[in-house]
């Protein structure tokens, strides 16, 4: 099997301090990778360099296209890199606002990602909205509605449905249960986890929750100042950490 | 015997606890076992001894430090974390003593996730959940409802009822009959003898000394894998 991502020796520097260095892997289709540290450990820093909305100093982030096989996509031109941004490619921030046109409708939002690949009838794209609106738990009838009318959890959801209507292919998200209320996390969750198998994503998550990591990832790799420490198995990783630093990270995380 | 489904050879496992002063703790070396097809394996040895330490290597949560884990051929002591998802999707299943699942979703969907991950169409891994959960007496009403509520020996029964959803070719079960009442103890222990009898190899840990004395065919003690102090 080809990688779908195969990342090489990826370094970003802001001056003479670290964003991240020497960072490698590859990622297959079909496969969820949870990348966890604290703040400041790098891990949001290496999720930009990944997705092209920061260029790296050093390295190679090659991705599988569809037509033209393996491409790097740090060299690839700019408006070759926002194609693939809109198609294959999606990411879900944190704060819902950064990835959603407040101003615009429900609907607007999920459509105006399928007009940006060339959805020109209006009646098709009103019915692939409704339906992705449906499949991440909005009800049809807020379809009119502004997000900024809808609770945090809406929102996020409204912004998976955005970056997923495109049918992309890899998902990179950043904290994507950050700031949601635990009832409203374990429902994106499940949500994330359905549409992750039923559509046969790989998906780069960034988050600090292990808990979450535990439940969406199937591998996952732990950052510190700004350096891989450890990589494997998602539970090895958590049940049997072997670097001092994951140690401590797993053993910090309250009970309840 | 060259026909195991489930092989162990030279294994060692050690913790290093890097914020304890680094601490290396060896608590296993040349751990030797085979399981073969149809064959129901139990780990014995006091509490402490690495039954469920071994079981884990085998299930490839706990890194081993030497030695060989082959199960159906590949070997989870150096198998890429990709192999060994493929491996749990298909052959190899694991009852452990906790169930983990994701908050909200429902038992019925919790127990047919297995076969959903092999891509089974989902009313027929529902029909199959569904028909697990009858068996072991879960209660329909509760069906539709999140384990994380249940009682003990509820979560144990779905734990239960997850691990036989698929018929996976080798099992590991770790103390599957605790916390259950009569009726479902048989039950437990009739999936268990089905599973033999249609070729899984099974390794399972189990306190409950009539149980173990009737499902298993051969008990290996882990102290023998203890290391010698130097």
Redesign the interface.
């Known amino acids: 099997m080809t990688p779908l991502l195969s990342v090489r020796d990826i370094e970003k520097r802001y001056g003479a301090r670290i964003g991240c260095t020497g960072v490698s892997f590859d990622l297959f289709p079909g496969e969820v990778m949870g990348i966890v540290g604290e703040s400041g450990s790098g891990k949001s820093t290496l999720l930009s360099c990944l997705a092209g909305h920061m260029a790296p100093d050093a390295g190679q982030v090659i991705f599988a296209t569809r037509d033209r096989g393996p491409v790097d996509t740090v060299t690839m031109s700019e408006p070759a890199r926002r194609m693939l941004a809109r198609t294959d490619w999606a990411f879900v921030h944190q704060n819902p606002r950064d990835g959603l046109r407040m101003g615009v409708s429900a609907g607007g939002n999920v459509g105006e990602r399928l007009m940006a690949v060339g959805g020109r009838h209006y009646g098709t794209i009103r019915e692939t909205a409704t339906d992705w609106l449906a499949r991440v738990e909005i009800a049809a009838d807020r379809i009119d509605d502004r997000p900024s009318q809808f609770s945090g959890g809406m929102q996020q959801r409204l912004q998976i449905a955005r970056n997923l209507v495109t049918g992309p292919r890899l998902v990179f998200m950043d904290e994507p249960t950050g700031g949601l209320d635990v009832s409203v996390q374990a429902r994106l969750l499940d949500l994330l986890r359905g549409l992750v198998r039923r559509l046969g994503l790989s998906a780069i998550v960034v988050t600090h929750d292990l808990a979450v990591v535990r439940l969406l990832a199937d591998r996952l790799m732990v950052m510190k100042g700004g350096r891989v420490v450890e990589t494997g198995l998602t539970d090895q990783v958590l049940d049997d950490p072997q670097h001092g630093y994951t140690q401590l990270l797993v053993s910090s995380v309250l009970q309840v | 015997m060259t026909d195991a489904v489930i092989r162990l050879a030279g294994v060692a496992k050690t913790?290093?606890?890097?914020?304890q002063g680094?601490a290396v703790i060896p608590v296993m070396a040349g751990a030797e076992l085979s399981v073969a097809a149809g064959e129901c394996v139990g780990l014995v040895g006091a509490s402490g001894a690495g039954k469920s330490t071994l079981m884990?290597m085998i299930w490839?949560?706990?890194?081993a430090a030497a030695g060989q884990i082959l199960v159906a051929g590949v070997d989870v002591a150096r198998a890429e974390?990709?192999q060994?998802?493929a491996l749990r999707r298909g052959t190899l299943g694991y009852v452990s003593q906790f169930l983990?699942?994701?908050?909200?979703?429902p038992t019925l969907d919790v127990v047919a996730e297995p076969l959903?991950?092999l891509g089974m169409e989902e009313e027929a891994a529902r029909a199959r959940a569904a028909g697990l959960l009858a068996r072991l007496n879960i209660p329909e009403r509760l069906w539709s409802l999140s384990p994380t509520t249940f009682s003990g020996g509820e979560q144990q029964r779905v734990n239960i009822a997850r691990g036989f959803a698929h018929d996976y070719p080798a099992l590991l079960l770790d103390e599957p009959t605790a916390s259950l009442d009569a009726a479902n103890r048989e039950t437990v222990l009739r999936l268990i003898e089905e599973a033999k009898g249609r070729g899984a190899a099974i390794v399972g840990i189990f306190h409950d000394e009539p149980a173990r004395a009737r499902v298993c065919d051969r008990l290996v003690d882990v102290a023998a894998f203890t290391p010698k102090a130097a």
């Open positions: 913790f290093t606890l890097h914020n680094s884990r490839g949560n706990y890194l974390p990709r060994i998802l983990r699942v994701v908050p909200r979703v959903f991950a």
